[in-house]
């Protein structure tokens, strides 16, 4: 095939168009289009030999709308299917062009944002406040009929977020246990003060660690897992398909998520405790010399309070990270990309209030004496 | 008319599993040509469709784009001959980061190296074409309806001017005055610009209306493939219930009545 380029050639009355006007040719007819100013007389169509949508839009562009039809209806040459479909594009052409946006000062635009963000933190947390109520309500209308308890799905809720998640907290834990001890080591170490690192991993982890690490875990590993799961469910229309079944998809969906987790991370907590404690009892081992016996002594004579004060948080974690995870499932909208960005902010989100609520709960703690 | 073959398939065999869809599966593609492929649910026809544009490695058997096997090329050169292909999918494929003018203008910076710019204009007016309202192209596809998602896919696969155009379920979704509007169109760029379309559809009236050619997909093979009126009449039991039933024989008489 010849690429015979675009050309414009220039007769005594008229102006003939040849060569290719195709889209591989745009930059080409940009630059000719560009120089030639639109002809007076007659135009002829009939040589170019090649047309496509783009050149064909470049020609209208140049010779303007209402030219080309009078062009069109003049010319003899041109063969009947591109004139058809220089009509449907010039029909296609003549619509209203889109309305062009007004700029905006700088300084307005940013307090515009800043007014919408404002406006949507608000909204968020009334509608986070809206459902942790729908979520308690639906709960104890629940809890008080069992024959609307859903044991299979809880029970599998418990299987993925709890066992599976075993492993994963247990290693983590294990090595922030030997990191705590380690450190423990090195500062407690220059007073000569080597054996209070047992305390200073028993404390940490009994009052903080345990119950913090497991619920940032169960905030990454299962709270974006509720985002997606709700959040593809929202976007396919099946919570409004249950819906339209007569049932209720915070009953069906929620409730068993938030009850699971409810149960899985006091006992996660518990596996995080027992794995740090290890963690620091090998390093204490290994590299200070404190045998396991007079390990576990010291552990003895910690008082329980100290592991009942980490464990009381919990279930409060655990509820905060179920409810923002499927809440943000349902603030889904539509498309693929949505259930990307509600998962992230799902995770975010319930990170940044497991965090902010233990430092209260820490601060609450200390004046108490606790 | 001399029949130029562009899209050769001989011999696909496509399994899933134990699964057997199409065995020993033959078809051929003209150029200027619209083929409508039509098949009970389950017969492959979107399955067919994909191992021709190289979506599926077929288990056994060839197909050849413009007497290439596209799966046996280099990648560069895979990708020039894609670039000869629009392809609509059933559900758009729209990209939902980008607004419909953004996906349309894509293929046009990437491949056809536009300039931002003019590659937007370019895209508004193959949005027009595709009979979309001007506001339109500044929206994502989230917000749009389902025939609006048909008519901007339609859009972004004629975005490079493609020799051939492949369609799955093209007018399903829309109501009848769009879908007669996209068949004119569709008959308006194959005889403008010599496009070759291999078109899967349910609708009658399409069938008659735009297809040269329609190919039977059946017992996992290619049953017949010809003019309309030819398939009409084939002797076999589903395609005696496709074209003859009460749904086919409004279509047909529809399309004779113009």
Redesign the interface.
């Known amino acids: 095939m010849e690429a015979a380029e675009p050309n414009i050639r220039r007769e005594k009355t008229r102006t003939v168009l040849s060569g290719q006007w ?3 040719h ?2 080409l007819l ?1 630059q000719l289009l560009v120089r030639e100013t639109p002809p007076e007389g007659g135009v002829v169509l009939g040589e170019i030999s090649a ?4 050149g064909a ?1 470049q020609l209208a562009n140049w010779l303007g709308i209402e030219r080309l039809e009078r062009v069109l209806v003049e010319e003899e040459g041109l063969q ?3 004139k ?2 220089l009509q ?2 010039l029909k ?2 003549k ?5 062009k946006v007004e700029s905006v000062s700088p300084v307005i635009e940013f307090l515009t944002l800043l007014g919408q963000q404002t406006e949507q933190l608000a909204r968020h947390f009334w509608q986070l406040s809206g459902f942790v109520g729908l979520v308690l309500q639906s709960m104890f209308a629940i809890l008080l009929r069992p024959s609307r308890w859903r044991v299979t799905a809880l029970v599998n809720q418990i299987h993925q977020t709890g066992l599976n998640a075993v492993p994963i907290v247990a290693l983590l834990t294990f090595l922030v246990g030997a990191v705590v001890a380690f450190l423990g080591a090195t500062v407690l170490g220059e007073f000569g003060a080597e054996i209070y690192t047992v305390n200073l991993v028993a404390y940490s982890f009994l009052r903080e660690f345990g119950v913090l690490l497991a619920a940032i875990l169960l905030a990454g590993r299962t709270a974006s897992a509720f985002t997606a799961q709700i959040g593809s469910m929202k976007a396919n229309e099946e919570l409004d398909a249950l819906r339209t079944l007569g049932l209720n998809p915070v009953e069906l969906l929620v409730i068993p998520r938030v009850l699971a987790l409810l149960i899985t991370l006091p006992l996660l907590t518990f596996v995080a405790v027992m794995s740090g404690l290890t963690g620091g009892a090998l390093v204490a081992l290994v590299s200070l010399d404190i045998p396991l016996g007079q390990y576990l002594g010291i552990l003895a004579d910690v008082p329980l309070k100290h592991y009942l004060v980490g464990l009381v948080k919990a279930p409060i974690f655990a509820f905060v990270v179920a409810v923002i995870g499927c809440m943000e499932g349902f603030r889904v ?6 259930v990307g960005r509600h998962t992230t902010s799902s995770v975010v989100q319930s990170i940044f209030m497991v965090i902010l609520l233990d430092a209260i709960a820490a601060l609450f703690f200390m004046e108490m004496g606790w | 008319m001399s029949k130029e073959t562009v899209i050769e398939v001989s011999g696909l065999c496509n399994r899933f599993g134990r699964n057997s869809v199409h065995e020993n599966l033959d078809l051929e593609l003209y150029r200027g040509e619209i083929l409508g492929v039509v098949g009970g649910s389950g017969t492959g026809k979107s399955v067919l469709l994909r191992s021709i544009v190289g979506l599926i490695r077929p288990k056994e058997g060839e197909v050849r784009l413009f007497g290439r096997n596209l799966l046996a090329l280099p990648v560069a050169e895979r990708s020039k001959l894609e670039q000869r292909l629009g392809v609509l999918f059933q559900g758009g494929a729209l990209f ?2 980008l607004t419909v003018r953004e996906n349309v203008a894509l293929p ?1 910076i990437e491949h ?3 300039a931002r710019r ?1 590659a937007e ?2 895209a ?3 949005l ?2 595709a ?1 979309l ?3 339109a ?2 929206l ?4 749009l309806s389902g025939g609006m998602v048909k008519r901007a896919a339609l859009a972004r696969a ?1 975005a ?2 493609p020799d051939v155009l492949f369609l799955d379920e093209p007018t399903a979704g829309l109501d009848p005055i769009g879908a007669a509007d996209f068949d004119q ?1 569709l008959l ?2 194959r ?3 010599g496009l070759t379309v291999f078109m899967v559809t349910h609708d009658l009236d399409s069938l008659w209306t735009a297809c040269d050619r329609i190919a039977v997909l059946s017992q996992k093979r290619v049953l017949v493939a010809d003019t309309p009126e030819n398939v009409a009449d084939y002797d076999d039991n589903w395609i005696q219930n496709y074209f003859n039933g009460p749904r086919g024989r409004a279509a047909y008489r529809a399309v004779q009545g113009n």
């Open positions: 195709t889209l591989a745009h930059r940009k047309l496509d949508t783009a839009t009947p299917e591109r058809a479909l449907t594009l296609a052409l619509r209203e062009a889109p309305p909208s539509g498309s693929a990309e949505s | 939902s980061s046009l056809a190296k536009l003019d204009e370019l508004e007016v193959k027009a074409l009979g309202a001007p506001h192209g500044d994502y596809p989230a917000s004629l490079l001017d169109l308006t760029l005889n403008a610009l």
